[in-house]
């Protein structure tokens, strides 16, 4: 037992509450009376032990009591809370349809303040045509009650809004009455915003559909300008060929008098007369170069050329090559070097179109170099391909003008350099056939040092069909 042990003041106390009588001026007690006296005292000694001890279960039990009720308390605060704070309508009614509980989001559906709608029937909001059903169905709700999209017209502010409201059991009262909680969503404003989604949907509709009228009417467009572009193209490839086929004859036959005139075969020529006859071939030549160039491109720009594609040695192929350009190095002063690779070696490509593209890329050296200068051509085998490099030591190019070279009818120059002649379309055509057998033709440069051309060919047979197309000249 925990405290002090009860004095007999506090035993007397006891004594009298449980009813044990005393005499409180007995002075002697007989051994039969004390004997007595002791047994009460324990057994009021007993007493006092279980009463302390219940109180402290009592204590104890309104200790957790308290507790339980604080933490109810924090529960129907954070109920409150969360009910009231929620962004869709909530209102408890009990079983007759009074309000007994609303939250904000119900206060503004139903225009009025939420202290105020307690106590009020909910069948005040409802439009008068249709308090009457309202009443009936809601009269028609049992126990266990779940009702789902219950559409109620209602009137707020002197204007109809239909109002969706899900129902149900909240708690049945020990009386058996429950409590409905009424779960409420406003049709009104969702109609008129699914009417604006309608609304902008149709609008869009429109717009894309006119939108696809204009983006048909421009392919329209697009379609006839490309079909007028390619018939004036071809209608030009037409023309170059014709005219290039034209001025040909007339050089062929310019080619077979002067050789008459060399050959004296009309009479002997003085050395005047023989110096003009060289000058009038060397410029039947360049003409006759210029032609072929040009027919070469009007063929491409023409369709599609067929590649005689086969396995062709390397070393033998730009040897060829060399002997068409070898008299321009002579003449102008130039000095060629050739450095040679392995004769057995070969290549997959259009022998006829590779010595063209060295003959192009020589030519165009010569060209641009000044006299006294240097070209060099080198190959060698790179990763299953063959690359072929003519090195000059002209004027160079600039490097953001590297790709224009490759563009039709384009020449740069020097500043204050005189016009080398030519059309612009050997590079551009090189490029176009190399590409075509499954190569390419770059170039790099550096200016007042010099310039080098690089063809790329694959070594073997690649996958596909190798033709020339036109567009491609000049990309």
Request: include cysteine.
């Amino acid at each position: 037992m925990i405290g002090p042990v009860p004095s007999n003041s506090d035993i007397e106390r006891f004594a009298n509450s449980v009813g044990v009588p005393r005499e409180p001026n007995a002075a002697h007690y007989d051994g039969a009376t004390r004997q007595t006296s002791d047994q009460r005292h324990d057994e009021l000694m007993t007493a006092f032990e279980e009463l302390s001890v219940a109180e402290e279960e009592l204590r104890a039990q309104q200790e957790t009591l308290l507790e339980t009720h604080n933490l109810l308390e924090i529960q129907r605060n954070r109920y409150h809370t969360l009910f009231d704070l929620a962004p869709d309508p909530y209102v408890v009614t009990d079983g007759s349809g009074t309000i007994e509980e609303a939250n904000a989001a119900a206060s503004a559906l139903l225009g009025v303040a939420g202290k105020l709608l307690v106590g009020k029937a909910l069948v005040t909001f409802v439009d008068g045509r249709s308090r009457s059903e309202f009443q009936t169905q809601l009269n028609a709700l049992g126990n266990g009650v779940h009702v789902e999209k219950w559409m109620i017209e209602t009137v707020r502010d002197g204007r109809l809004a239909t109002v969706e409201a899900t129902v149900s059991t909240l708690e049945t009262r020990p009386d058996g009455t429950s409590s409905l909680c009424w779960l409420l969503r406003d049709m009104s404003a969702r109609r008129e915003i699914e009417e604006s989604m309608q609304a902008l949907n149709r609008s869009l509709n429109a717009r894309v559909a006119q939108r696809t009228r204009e983006l048909e009417l421009a392919l329209e467009g697009e379609q006839i300008a490309r079909k007028d572009a390619e018939a004036a193209n071809r209608i030009k490839s037409e023309l170059f060929a014709r005219l290039s086929h034209e001025f040909r004859t007339p050089l062929h036959a310019v080619s077979g008098y002067l050789e008459i005139l060399q050959q004296n075969i009309h009479g002997g020529l003085n050395a005047e007369q023989r110096r003009d006859v060289g000058r009038i071939h060397q410029a039947q030549e360049h003409l006759l170069t210029l032609v072929n160039m040009i027919l070469d491109f009007a063929k491409l720009e023409g369709g599609p050329i067929e590649l005689s594609m086969a396995e062709i040695p390397i070393e033998e192929t730009l040897c060829g090559a060399e002997a068409l350009v070898a008299p321009q190095f002579a003449k102008k002063g130039v000095s060629y070097t050739h450095r040679s690779g392995d004769d057995l070696l070969s290549a997959f490509a259009d022998r006829e179109k590779v010595q063209q593209i060295v003959v192009n890329l020589l030519a165009n050296a010569v060209k641009f170099t000044p006299v006294g200068g240097a070209v060099e051509l080198d190959w060698r085998v790179e990763e299953e391909n063959l690359l072929v490099r003519v090195r000059d030591t002209g004027c160079g190019v600039p490097e953001d003008k590297i790709e224009q070279i490759f563009e039709p009818f384009v020449q740069l120059r020097a500043p204050g350099s005189v016009p080398s002649g030519g059309t612009g379309l050997g590079l551009p055509i090189s490029r176009d056939l190399a590409r075509a057998m499954g190569g390419d033709v770059a170039a790099t440069s550096t200016l007042g040092v010099g310039s080098v051309f690089t063809l790329t060919l694959p070594l073997r047979k690649r996958s596909g069909g190798h033709k020339l197309s036109g567009p491609k000249t000049g990309n």
